[in-house]
């Protein structure tokens, strides 16, 4: 577990920063795969989890929810639009080719049980010290939150600090085959930057202290090439 800020959390769940999840005030943001499962459920052992939240409801997110939820007690939370993938388990359902073999294959190997949802989550809410930011386009529903005080932002998977291929940092936008509106999502990416965060904390790859404004120079790179 690395400290980002105060009670601020990243949890590395495969080598590489490869998957991410954090704990932040208490709550879970995100939940990794379902082979994850007793990787966290130690990690966060001792601690007081108020609630487990999603940046999305796709399969390297809530794979291991239903678990967390059950062993700790605490109910989901996800936005409106995720609601039906996060409970009914069948998250790859909104990939623009869901019969694609890497869908099937994550939702096999990847993808955990569906569970309840007992809130969701819009633009302004808060969860903890974060603001809810509605940030859709890669999923429907996508979340991330935003701290003001320490400027720590969760990303979710609007952008990644890594290739998901090869693994290698960089930024990069989430692959179009996993992605329903990359449009959207790209104006998604231009909202968090006009927030001005001080630490990206990213679904995929090592956090960023956005020192020389690397993000807004990434995405003015992208919109050019879009
Ligand atoms: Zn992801």
Redesign the pocket.
């Known amino acids: 577990m690395n400290k980002i800020a105060t009670n601020t959390f990243q949890i590395p769940l495969m080598p590489r920063n490869a ?1 991410n999840m954090y704990l932040a005030d208490g709550y879970v943001f995100d939940a990794g795969i379902k082979k994850n499962k007793n990787r966290i459920i130690k990690a966060l052992n001792g601690y007081e989890l108020k609630a487990h939240v999603l940046t999305h409801a ?1 399969p ?2 809530n794979g291991a929810s239903k678990a967390i939820c059950e062993y700790f007690n605490v109910p989901l939370w996800c936005g409106e639009k995720d609601k039906d993938r996060a409970e009914s388990g069948y998250v790859t359902d909104e990939y623009p080719n869901n019969q694609h073999w890497l869908a099937k294959l994550q939702n096999k190997y990847w993808a955990g049980a569906g569970y309840k949802v007992s809130k969701t989550l819009k633009e302004g809410d808060k969860v903890g010290s974060f603001t809810v930011i509605e940030t859709p386009g890669h999923t429907s529903g996508h979340l991330s939150f935003f701290n003001e005080n320490d400027g720590v932002l969760i990303v979710g ?1 609007v952008l990644t600090n890594m290739n998901l291929l090869t693994t290698r940092a960089g930024l990069h936008l ?1 692959p179009n085959i996993f992605t329903v509106d990359p449009e959207l999502n790209l104006k998604s990416v231009k909202k968090l930057i006009d927030l001005n965060p001080r630490i990206w904390c990213f ?2 790859g090592p956090t960023l202290l956005n020192t020389d404004n690397q993000v807004e120079k990434f995405h003015n790179k992208m919109i050019k090439s879009f």
């Open positions: 998957i796709h390297d997110h998977d989430p679904g995929h």
